[in-house]
């Protein structure tokens, strides 16, 4: 009797899944799993850019590298910055509306180096320029712009 209970009181054995069932999932899992690997090391490749400078700034030069919506971009020859002023970097694209980005101050080298995550994404045509703003930066530029380079 005690036998008979403990079979209705017992759970069912778990049978394990057939082997065939068992490497079907588990090649599914390390196929899904290395999708996600490649997926996550893709880079798109960099596409440099040349900053040109604008009028009454022809001493400044720089350059840059864009991969996927981030720029990088190294500027030297640029005025000082009188205090309370930093530079601003601007993503203009196929609307003609400059979009603000990060603002950057001059390293101890004089140089403006930096990297920022645009706000729009970014495509062939679209420019990227630079203007002396107010420290925490500006909606608009108020400044004129310094230098300009071409996606």
């Known amino acids: 009797m005690k036998s008979r209970l403990m079979e209705r009181i017992a759970p069912p054995a778990q049978r394990s899944a057939p082997v065939f069932t068992r490497v ?3 090649a599914a899992a390390i196929f899904l799993f290395s999708l996600i690997v490649v997926a996550l090391r893709r880079t798109e490749e960099p596409h440099p850019i040349v900053f040109v400078p604008m009028s009454g700034f022809e001493k400044v ?11 990088e971009i190294s500027i030297s020859a640029l005025p000082p910055l009188p205090p309370g002023k930093c530079y601003q970097l601007w993503h203009i694209g ?3 509306k400059p979009v603000p980005q990060a603002t950057f101050h001059l390293d101890p080298a ?3 180096r930096g990297c920022d995550g645009m706000k729009k994404a970014v495509g062939p045509g ?3 320029a630079i203007t002396m703003e107010p420290d925490a930066g500006s ?6 712009i310094l230098a300009i380079a071409k996606y």
């Open 61 to 71: 030069t720089g350059e840059g590298l864009v991969r996927g919506s981030a720029v």
């Open 126 to 128: 679209h420019v990227f």
């Open 94 to 96: 196929s609307n003609q």
């Open 139 to 144: 909606e608009t530029p108020t400044m004129p």
């Open 110 to 112: 004089g140089m403006l």
């Open 24 to 26: 079907f999932w588990g």
